[in-house]
């Protein structure tokens, strides 16, 4: 980090000086409401603070009520430190004030401007304080939200100082909210028994449409502010172990909540008395762990159709692809909120929802094999990854060809739903990328390209990479698939199991498993993980984030790397924001570091003091080459799914779910004959190895 690079910005402000002067001022303090008296340090407020001196003063203080008739006024601590602003401004000095009582750490350009609107504000609740030694004196405030303040004291003594301060205000505001959160957890609990306490009919029943949605909002603010809790719970538990800081999305699945006190559950094949909305409710969500079973009439059993072995796929038959799959957006309709309220009230908050019967969905047209695919719409990225000079620069650009993966791969902000892949379904495709715009990792910005959609023509100046995905297993859901490039001798394998839980008014799924990066030139292996997907706003428009942190590591090399996709804070924050750091453990250097947002604009740092910027929606989108239907097997995806795809482009949603319900009845008929049978199901194109799967033939065995 650049240190001392002090310069004004636009608000002015003294840049000659890191010196600080604090004080803790006070107004009607006593000795029985002082800071020690809060848990806070003894240290006397008139001692003297980083030689700057201090006094006693009744401005900027917060009243609290601390015995007597009068309102008594907690001390605040207030001082000049410095800031760190960005790369091009540096360090600056502004005039920080405490406010214990409020739990808030403001700061203003000067002393004069402090009684202005202040320049900046963290949120102490649950906030981590850390020392750091990237510059002298330095502390981090790393707020529950996500927001950030690095700062500078003027010596040791005063460091120490505010850390305590500034520790104790964050745990006596997590504590005060610890005792809030039982209070609300109680009074819910009795909310939801008063409602199941009515009778089953007359003016006033249990299945009031109200009732249920009172209900519902109860219990998912109830799960937001559990989440919330078990967060700055984390946070103060993490505070001096920074090189442990929990992300802002840690746990979130983890957290159960409080029992709910249902006394009808979920069965499978029932719903209870739903209306008969739930043909074509229009709620949708994120891949659920199975298919979204429905109760029919039962159909004659096939018998298990035999999976043959591997196929040859002829890439000379495919296609640029040019089907239109934008999604519009669809909200909930009066007349199927009942529905949904009736299932939301009947779930656990963190209930698994492998066997939850659910209603039917509006669908994402395209299955979850061919959404994997479309994480590889910027394959110059991957391929420019084995061009790199050095471990240092291949596993920075892994790294910044992660984090630019996932915005193509969700169509639109809106949280559609995949179809769930069959097992036995196949989804095949390749890409076409020209030579001359694979290139190793360069620090200095590319020239902007558009979005515009690169042609490939020409194979002889052409790098292919080619794509399979399987659906391997039905129970529990997992997903297979495999890419690679035989000119750049560069190959992808990975299986993940999603795995859905109920979360109050979000629905949260995990992505289960690993993908491996082999650079074959290098004798390299990147394994990698992948995050979470939440589905929020499930009861109006639902929409999607990812959450959580996962890996990126060479054994070989010994780099790693670290990626924080952070949840939207309960209260304030920004959406869709990641954070990333790449480090060499054998020497523990940090080399890079990234934020941004994984749909938005990435910035990176590296350690030799050069930045990048990449704005993930301006990258070129190379378009996949498929092979049109009529040259597809039944089993693959677009073949498999047709009719469903063709009903949902005609707004029919009735035929729809007809079609999905034939094909997933289909699924299950045989599922029981290959029971019967004692006849495992064998995948076409993976092997299990362990608890992961492998391609049949991939090109480290190949080669």
Partial sequence: MERAAQGADSGGGSNSSSRSSSRATSAGSSPSCSLAGRGVSGRSAAAGLGGGGSRSSPGSVAASPCGGSGRRREPALEGVLSKYTNLLQGWQNRYFVLDFEAGILQYFVNEQSKHQKPRGALSLSGAIVSLSDEAPHMLVVYAANGEMYKLRAADAKEKQFWVTQLRACAKYHMETNSKMMTQVEGQQKNLVHAIESLPGSGPLTALDQDLLLLKATSAATLSCLGECLSLLQQSLHHAGQPSHRPGASESILGWHGPKSHSTEQLKNGTLGSLPSASASITWAILPNSTEDEQIFPPEP?????????????????????????????????????????????????????????????????????????????????????????????????????????????????????????????????????????????????????????????????????????????????????????????????????TKSKFMGMSVGVSMIGEGVLRLLEHGEEYVFTLPSAYARSILTIPWVELGGKVSITCAKTGYSATVTFHTKPFYGGKVHRVTAEVKHNPTNTIVCKAHGEWNGTLEFTYNNGETKVIDTTTLPVYPKKIRPLEKQGPMESRNLWREVTQCLRLGDMEAATEQKRRLEEKQRAEERKRENLHAPWRPKYFIQEGDGWVYFNPLWKAH
Wanted: hydrophobic share 35%; glycine share 4%.
């Fill in 301 to 497: 059993e096939p018998e298990p159709e035999p999976n043959s072995g591997p196929e040859l796929v002829l890439s000379e038959d495919e296609k640029s692809d040019t089907e239109d799959q934008e999604e519009t957006e669809l909200g909930v309709m009066e007349d199927q909120r009942s529905v949904i309220l009736h299932l939301i009230s009947q779930l656990k908050l963190g209930m698994d929802l492998t066997k939850v019967v659910l209603p039917t969905f509006i669908l994402e047209k395209r299955s979850l094999l061919e959404m994997y695919a479309d994480f590889l719409a910027h394959p110059d990225l991957l391929l420019a990854v084995t061009a790199g000079a050095t471990p240092q620069d291949r596993v920075i650009g892994f790294v910044e060809y992660y984090l630019t993966a996932f915005h193509e791969g969700r169509k639109g902000a809106l949280a559609k739903k995949p179809y769930n892949p069959i097992i036995g379904e196949t989804f095949h495709c390749s890409w076409e990328v020209p030579k001359d715009k694979v290139k190793a990792r360069r620090t200095a910005p590319p020239a902007p390209v558009g979005h515009e959609h690169p042609m490939a023509d020409d194979s002889s100046k052409n790098y292919k990479l080619r794509f399979v995905a399987e659906q391997v297993s039905h129970h529990p859901p997992i997903s297979c698939f495999y890419c690679e490039c035989k000119e750049k001798r560069l190959c992808v394998n990975t299986h993940v199991w």
